[in-house]
């Protein structure tokens, strides 16, 4: 329980680069899903390009709270843990993310995916989406410690 008042505590003492954490998480998922691999996600994901007009707010709402919600979970956890550590550089706040990425998030993706029977690139790619997603968390809050 003491652990879970002490990332509240951060939260409250860190607010604004928790929120910039986020904003840079919301920023590497536009930039991931879109300009960037857009076509390859939607082709992973076998979704076609929707016409004008089919595409609604109400219907991207579902995940948008997922990724603010979760996006806000790993900053305030990878803020706490980098005020715990008192990390001394920026590649060693790297090297927590990579550690915390590997069991948590990216073997999640890697079981869940092959279970579902999606193929090695795409289980690659999201895990790769999900890193690059908890660097920019880290990089903005190793900057704001």
Known sequence: MM???AVAAYV???ALAVLAAVVASFLVGFLWH???FGKQWM???K???PKKGEATFSMMLPGIIASLLMAFVQAAVIGRAFEILALPDFFSAFIVVVILWLPFTSLTIANEYAWAGKSFAHTSFDA????ASMLAIAAVLYVTL
């Open 12 to 14: 409250q003492g860190h």
């Open 3 to 5: 652990h879970i008042i």
């Open 43 to 45: 082709k992973f994901n």
């Open 128 to 131: 790769l989406y999900n890193l």
């Open 47 to 49: 979704i076609s390009m």
């Open 34 to 36: 879109g300009p960037l």
